[in-house]
C-alpha cells in the first residue's frame, strides 16, 4: 500500500471484493518478485529474500484463494526462484547452501490446490482453501459453478514444470486434463472459446470471445506449452485459434470480441488492457506485421493518457479510467524490440519509465492511477508490477553483459516467472493422450511447425516496423475528441500559484472570473437561468494556462457528475391507462424536488392535454383544455418551477415535461430530478414529472391517434385496469407479448464534455450557485463513453461527424418494418416495446447481457 506505506494483509484492511483472492497470508509480494532480483542483478538480495520466504512464509492459512492467481504468482514465484537458484549455485558463488527448499514449498502448494480439480470436467473450481481444500463447511468455498476459461488454461506450464522438476506427474495430468476439456468444448465452427463456462456440465455461459480479460492467457499457454514440452498437439490447437482469431477478432488495429456462435457480429464496442499481452504473444508466433499495428495503436492510447486506461472504446475514448500499472503493455514493447531490433521501442520504453516516475511514483512506491484522466492514485501497488513491469523495462535496455545468465534458455509464464527449457526432456512419463482432434490443415505458411528464426522473419531492420507503424501515427487523434492535457505539475511546484479548481470556483468571484478568462473560459450567462462554460484554448494567456483551463473543466464535469450521482432517487413511472392499452405501457420518468411527491402521496390520474404555449413559459392561452388533466410542456426556454406555476394556474392537476433534445431516452441517459428555482416553491402543489424525448413521443403519437389519453401518474407502476379492459373485445394470445418493457432506469448521472471548434473548444453548463448540472432546465445530461456504463443500456458508437447510432435505435428501426400482432394497437408499430424486439433478437444480444457483469 503505497501511499499508506504498509503492506496489505488480508482480513486487516477493508475488502476490496474478488481482487483480493490473489492475497493468501504467503508474503504475495516477496515470492512473487524473486527471479526478479537475479535479472536486476541483485543476487545477494536474492539470497536473503529466499532466506525471508523459508523462514516466515506459511501456505497452510485458512484463507479463501483464486486459483488461478495463486497458481500464476506465488506457485510461478516459487518455481521462477528455484530455477535461478540451482543457476546461481552452479556457478558457483551464491546459493551454495540451498538444497531445493523453494520447490518442496512448491510442491506443498501444488498438493493444495488439487482438491480444487475435483469436478466431472477436470476444470478447477476458481477458488479454494488453502487450509481445508473444497466443500467442506469450514472451506467457505466450494459453491461456484462458473470459472474462466483464462483461471482453467492457465496451469500447464507451473503444473508441468512442477511435475518435471519433482517428477510427481499428478501435476501435469491434471493440467492437460483441464485444456483438453476446454479444447473439446470450443464452439467448432467458428474455433473460438468463451469467456465463462460451467465447471460441472461444460456450457459456456458467456459466448463472447476476445484475447483480453477472461481469455488472454488460455491462447499465451497454448503456445508456450508447445515451447517448453514440445508437444505438437499444443502447437495444433493454437494455430487452429489463432486463425480464428485474426479471422474474426482482429481487426487492425483493433482487437474485438466477438459472439462465438456468430463470430461476424461484434460483442462489445471496447476493449481492456489485458489485451495489450497479444502483440507480444504474436511476436513468439512469428506474425510480425499485426503485432507492430495493434501495439503502434495502443502507444498512441497511452501518449493519450500517459497510461493504458483499463478499457477504452474503439474511437479511443476512455471506457474504464483505472491503470493498475499493468505489465502487459511493457511485455510486448520488450518482445518487439527483441524481434526487430527497432530503437523506437528503446524511446516507447522511455516514455513508460518516465510516465511512471513522474505520475505514479510516491515515497514508498508506485501507486496505481484511480484516474488517468486526472492523475488521481490509487493505494495499490499489486505484486505483478515488481514481478514483471520491472523484469521487462530492465530486460528491454539491459545488454546481454548486464544479464548473468542466458534469458534465452528460459521462458516467461503469463506472470513473468522463468522456466527453463531443459525441462522439455526431464521426466518425460506423460502419456500423450490428448492428441487434438479434429484438427484441419490450415492452408497458411505462417503456421509451419518451427521456432521463429528471427534473423529470417525480420533481419533486425528498423525500417520495416517503422514502414508498419508509420500510417498508424495519428489513428488516435483523428478518431476522436482531444483529450484533457494534464497539467504540468512543475510549474507550480516551483512557487507559482496553483490554478483555480473547480470545487473553489464562485461565478460571483470577480477574481475567479479573472483567472477564467486567463484560462481561456468564457462564462455565458443563458437566458433560462444557467451558466455555460466556454473554453476557448487559443485565447488562453499562455500553453499552460491553456491546460489549467482543460483541466478545471473536466475537474467541472467530474464534480457535476459526483453531485447528480448523490441524489440517486429511484425513477416515477408514467402509465398510460385508457384504451388500448390498459396500463400496458409505462414509462420511465425523472421527478422534482417541488410539488407533491408520488412516493408519499396517492397517484394522480387524469387525461393529457398539450399547453399552449406549448414550452409553458408565460400565462396558458388554452386554460379550458388543461382544467382538470395533466398538461404536457416541452422542456427549455424557462425553469421547471416556472412552467409548474403557469399550468397550475390554468387549473391543471399535473405535469409532464417533455425533453426538446430530439432522440433523448431514459435508455441511454441519466434521469435527474427537477430542481426548483431558488425561491420558495411551496406554492407548487402538483405532481410534475419529465419525460425524455422518445419516452415523450409515445404519449404524443397516441394523442394524435386516440385523442383521448388517460394517464397514470406514480412511483411506480399499478395493475392494469381490469374493468376498462373487460369493456374491450376479448383479448388475444398476444396480450401478453405487449405489455411494455419500457421500465428502464438508469442509476448515473452523468454529464459529457461538448467539443466544438475541432476539439479546442469546450462547452459545459453549470447553475452560478450550484454545480449540479442536474438542477437546471435544459441542462446537459448526456452519460459520456469516458465513464463506465451498462453495456446493455447504452451501445453507442461516434463517428467523426459527431453523429450517434445505438443499439436501441436500431432495434426501433427494425420493429418499423414488422408487422404488429395486435390490431388494437396500430401506433405500436413506431413505438413497439423494447422487451417484445429482444425477443427475436436474444441470440444476438445475449452478450450484450452478460457485460453487465463484466469485470476486469
Given at each position: 500500500m503505497p501511499l499508506t506505506c504498509r503492506g496489505r494483509v488480508r482480513g486487516?484492511?477493508?475488502?476490496?471484493?474478488?481482487?483480493?483472492?490473489?492475497?493468501?497470508?504467503?508474503?504475495?509480494?516477496l515470492i512473487d518478485s524473486l527471479d526478479t532480483l537475479v535479472v536486476l542483478n541483485k543476487t545477494k538480495e536474492f539470497e536473503d529474500a529466499v532466506r525471508k520466504v523459508l523462514r516466515d512464509v506459511n501456505?497452510?492459512?485458512?484463507?479463501?484463494?483464486?486459483?488461478?492467481?495463486?497458481?500464476?504468482?506465488?506457485?510461478?514465484?516459487l518455481l521462477g526462484g528455484h530455477s535461478l537458484a540451482i543457476m546461481l549455485k552452479e556457478k558457483g558463488e551464491y546459493m551454495q547452501w540451498y538444497n531445493d527448499e523453494l520447490l518442496q514449498m512448491a510442491k506443498q502448494l501444488g498438493y493444495k490446490l488439487l482438491p480444487a480439480f475435483n469436478t466431472t470436467s477436470g476444470l478447477p473450481y476458481p477458488r479454494i482453501n488453502l487450509k481445508f481444500g473444497i466443500r467442506k463447511p469450514e472451506a467457505r468455498t466450494g459453491t461456484e459453478t462458473d470459472t474462466c476459461t483464462a483461471c482453467a488454461g492457465t496451469l500447464i506450464l507451473e503444473f508441468a514444470a512442477l511435475s518435471r522438476f519433482t517428477g510427481a506427474t499428478i501435476f501435469e495430468e491434471y493440467a492437460r486434463k483441464a485444456l483438453d476439456f476446454l479444447w473439446e468444448k470450443r464452439q467448432r465452427s467458428s474455433n473460438l472459446v468463451g469467456v465463462t463456462i460451467n465447471i460441472h456440465t461444460g456450457d459456456w455461459v458467456r459466448k463472447d470471445s476476445g484475447v483480453g480479460a477472461g481469455i488472454d492467457s488460455y491462447y499465451e499457454y497454448l503456445l508456450k506449452a508447445y515451447v517448453l514440452l514440445g508437444d505438437d498437439s499444443f502447437l495444433e490447437r493454437f494455430n487452429t485459434h489463432y486463425d480464428a482469431i485474426m479471422r474474426y477478432i482482429s481487426q487492425p488495429p483493433l482487437l474485438l470480441d466477438v459472439h462465438i456462435h456468430k463470430p461476424m457480429l461484434n460483442a462489445r464496442t471496447w476493449m481492456d488492457a489485458l489485451l495489450a499481452f497479444f502483440p507480444g504473444l504474436q511476436v513468439l508466433k512469428g506474425d510480425i506485421r499485426p503485432a507492430i499495428e495493434t501495439h503502434e495503436m495502443l502507444y498512441q492510447v497511452i501518449k493519450k493518457h500517459n497510461f493504458l486506461p483499463e478499457a477504452f472504446t474503439t474511437d479511443f475514448r476512455v471506457h474504464w479510467a483505472q491503470h493498475p500499472l499493468r505489465p502487459e503493455f511493457a511485455e510486448s514493447t520488450y518482445f518487439l524490440y527483441k524481434a526487430t531490433g527497432d530503437p523506437y521501442y528503446l524511446e516507447v520504453g522511455k516514455t513508460l519509465i518516465e510516465?511512471?516516475?513522474?505520475?505514479?511514483?510516491?515515497?514508498?512506491?508506485?501507486?496505481?492511477?484511480?484516474?488517468?484522466?486526472?492523475?488521481?492514485?490509487?493505494?495499490?501497488?499489486?505484486?505483478f508490477f515488481l514481478a514483471e513491469m520491472f523484469k521487462y523495462l530492465y530486460l528491454l535496455f539491459a545488454d546481454k553483459e548486464d544479464i548473468i545468465f542466458d534469458i534465452e534458455d528460459y521462458i516467461f509464464t503469463t506472470e513473468a516467472h522463468l522456466l527453463p527449457l531443459w525441462l522439455s526432456t526431464t521426466n518425460q512419463s506423460i502419456s500423450k493422450k490428448n492428441t487434438t482432434s479434429e484438427?484441419?490443415?490450415?492452408?497458411?505458411?505462417?503456421?509451419?511447425?518451427?521456432?521463429?528464426?528471427?534473423q529470417i522473419l525480420f533481419p533486425n531492420d528498423p525500417l520495416y516496423a517503422q514502414s508498419i507503424r508509420e500510417p498508424l501515427k495519428n489513428v488516435v487523434d483523428k478518431s476522436c475528441p482531444r483529450g484533457i492535457i494534464r497539467v504540468r505539475e512543475e510549474s507550480f511546484r516551483s512557487g507559482a500559484k496553483p490554478p483555480l479548481r473547480a470545487r473553489d470556483f464562485m461565478a460571483t468571484n470577480p477574481e475567479h472570473l479573472e483567472i477564467l478568462k486567463k484560462m481561456g473560459v468564457s462564462l455565458i450567462h443563458l437566458k433560462d437561468g444557467r451558466v455555460q462554460l466556454v473554453q476557448h484554448a487559443i485565447q488562453a494567456a499562455s500553453s499552460i494556462d491553456a491546460e489549467d483551463g482543460l483541466r478545471f473543466m473536466q475537474e467541472m464535469i467530474e464534480l457535476s457528475s459526483q453531485q447528480q450521482k448523490e441524489q440517486q432517487l429511484p425513477p416515477r413511472a408514467v402509465q398510460i391507462v385508457s384504451h388500448p392499452f390498459f396500463g400496458r405501457v409505462v414509462l420511465t420518468a425523472g421527478p422534482a424536488q417541488f410539488g407533491l411527491d408520488l412516493s408519499k402521496h396517492k397517484e394522480t390520474r387524469g387525461f393529457v392535454a398539450s399547453s399552449k404555449p406549448y414550452n409553458g413559459c408565460s400565462e396558458l392561452t388554452n386554460?379550458?383544455?388543461?382544467?382538470?388533466?395533466?398538461?404536457?410542456?416541452?422542456?427549455?426556454?424557462c425553469m421547471f418551477a416556472e412552467k409548474a406555476r403557469n399550468i397550475q394556474n390554468a387549473g391543471a392537476i399535473g405535469g409532464i415535461v417533455i425533453d426538446d433534445n430530439e432522440g433523448s431516452s431514459s435508455d441511454t441517459a441519466p434521469l435527474f430530478q427537477m430542481a426548483g428555482d431558488g425561491k420558495d416553491t411551496d406554492d407548487i402543489k402538483i405532481p410534475m414529472l419529465f419525460l425524455f424525448s422518445k419516452e415523450g413521443s409515445i404519449i404524443l403519437d397516441a394523442i394524435r391517434e386516440y385523442e383521448e389519453v388517460e394517464v397514470l401518474l406514480s412511483d411506480k407502476a399499478k395493475d392494469r385496469d381490469p374493468e376498462m379492459e373487460?369493456?374491450?373485445?376479448?383479448?388475444?394470445?398476444?396480450?401478453?407479448?405487449?405489455?411494455?418493457?419500457?421500465?428502464?432506469?438508469?442509476?448515473?448521472q452523468e454529464v459529457d464534455l461538448v467539443d466544438q471548434e475541432s476539439s479546442e473548444e469546450n462547452s459545459l453548463n453549470s447553475h452560478p450557485e450550484s454545480l449540479s448540472l442536474a438542477n437546471m432546465d435544459n441542462a446537459a445530461s448526456i452519460s459520456p463513453s469516458e465513464q463506465t456504463s451498462n453495456p446493455t443500456e447504452n451501445h453507442e458508437t461516434t463517428n467523426l461527424n459527431g453523429e450517434c447510432t445505438d443499439l436501441d435505435n436500431q432495434l426501433q428501426e427494425q420493429s418499423e418494418t414488422e408487422e404488429d400482432s395486435n390490431p388494437n394497437v396500430s401506433w405500436g408499430k413506431k413505438v413497439q416495446p423494447i422487451d417484445s424486439i429482444l425477443a427475436d433478437w436474444n441470440e444476438d444480444i445475449e452478450a450484450f447481457e452478460?457485460?453487465?457483469?463484466?469485470?476486469?
Open positions: 486487516q484492511e477493508p475488502s476490496r471484493g474478488d481482487v483480493d483472492d490473489a492475497l493468501g497470508k504467503f508474503s504475495l509480494t501456505l497452510d492459512n485458512d484463507v479463501v484463494v483464486s486459483v488461478f492467481e495463486t497458481n500464476i504468482r506465488v506457485l510461478g514465484g510516465n511512471l516516475n513522474k505520475y505514479a511514483r510516491v515515497p514508498c512506491g508506485f501507486a496505481a492511477m484511480k484516474d488517468v484522466r486526472t492523475g488521481s492514485h490509487e493505494d495499490r501497488m499489486d505484486s484438427y484441419t490443415e490450415l492452408d497458411d505458411s505462417n503456421f509451419d511447425w518451427t521456432c521463429p528464426n528471427t386554460p379550458e383544455a388543461v382544467m382538470g388533466k395533466i398538461a404536457l410542456i416541452q422542456r427549455g426556454q373487460n369493456e374491450e373485445q376479448p383479448s388475444s394470445e398476444n396480450d401478453s407479448q405487449n405489455q411494455s418493457g419500457e421500465q428502464i432506469s438508469s442509476s448515473s452478460m457485460m453487465e457483469k463484466d469485470e476486469l
